[in-house]
């Protein structure tokens, strides 16, 4: 592959003490080990993304972001049965750049794992004309699977979904940024 291609990781949480850092910092750093793909992080504390959909420049900013990207990633924990409203507000502050893209899931939580977050996001995704990964990783009780010192996890079933759902991206990102090239997405 002559460009390697751009993913994004979005950090969901924005919450005051929040874990996600500690996940994303995870998924970034086994992401990071394949050759396929130039990472970068997209931390949704650090943009102002209004919930009335107004253009600003933190919008203007975040939507330039997803256009440059081949992939995306969402880390993302569960509220109350669903994802926080900090990434409702950044899938809907983007439209055309989201198209014909693929996207993963990471998810924490309780007892689900974020799985329930997950479910309702792939809705939502398809809604926005994109590909969502069939694999998925997911932390039930999440602040137990990581080492406090180094952020490491030895939950193997995680890593093998995160090894699997990157090989899934890379072939999507690539399958996807090719027929882009050609002729844009008639969304």
Not at 119 to 131: F, K, P
Not at 169 to 182: E, N
């Amino acid at each position: 592959m002559e460009t390697p291609l751009r993913l994004e990781v979005i950090v969901a949480s924005t919450r005051p003490e929040r874990f996600a850092p500690t996940v994303a910092k995870w998924f970034v750093g086994a992401a990071s080990e394949r050759d396929e793909f130039d990472v970068g992080v997209i931390d949704l504390a650090d943009f102002d993304l209004p919930t009335t959909l107004a253009e600003t420049d933190d919008t203007a900013a975040f939507r330039q972001r997803i256009a440059d990207a081949d992939a995306i990633v969402v880390v993302t924990s569960e509220y109350n049965h669903g994802y926080p409203a900090s990434l409702k507000a950044a899938l809907d502050s983007v439209k055309h750049e989201w198209r014909a893209k693929p996207i993963g899931f990471v998810s924490y939580g309780g007892l689900s794992g974020g799985l329930r977050a997950v479910e309702q996001l792939r809705q939502v995704v398809a809604e926005l004309h994109m590909v969502s990964m069939r694999e998925s990783v997911s932390f039930a009780q999440a602040k137990r699977r990581f080492d406090k010192a180094t952020g490491a996890t030895n939950d193997d079933a995680a890593i093998d979904a995160a090894w699997r759902m990157l090989g899934q991206l890379s072939w999507w990102a690539t399958a996807l940024r090719a027929a882009r090239s050609v002729e844009p997405y008639p969304g």
